[in-house]
């Protein structure tokens, strides 16, 4: 019988994504913990980096989340000292930026996931590895990102 950690012996490509990511999941969370995030926070930060204009309800729509989620989420970066909320006049919306330690905490994330995918995928050739990134991109594109390829 096959321990908790194993995949299931399946053929199915969608029953070996599940158990693939479930294990990524947790990967990712433990390297995220040891920097004091969780995948919200990162995500939270990741779009703030980009898009510091996001409402509160567009960063919770984009990191999958409620609204009021994305406010405890973002009391607790604010808290870490990885974002400040600038309070601009009556009538006008918090602009939420990142601050040079959030910055720092992205870039330490970046060299997290460069280690985590050099150990989980270091065996498959660059070809293999370009052909899971595409598989992966058609799968989940990111917005504004191009599809190759018949629509």
Known sequence: ????????????????MVAAGRM?????EDELATLGLTLRHYGALAHLSRRPELSY?????????????MHATVRALEQSGAVVRSLPG?????RLEVTDHGRHL?????????????????RLSEEERTGLRAGLHALAPTPGARRSGPA
Not at 2 to 15: F, Q, R
Not at 90 to 94: L, N, Q, R, V
């Open 90 to 94: 009556h009538g006008h919306a918090a």
């Open 106 to 122: 992205i870039a330490e994330v970046g060299a997290a996931a460069e280690r985590l995918d050099q150990e989980l995928f270091g």
């Open 57 to 69: 309800s567009d960063l919770a729509r984009r990191v999958g989340v409620t609204a009021q989620s």
């Open 24 to 28: 990524l999941s947790r990967r990712v």
């Open 1 to 16: 019988m096959a321990g908790a950690d194993e995949p299931p012996e399946s053929g199915s490509v969608s029953i070996l």
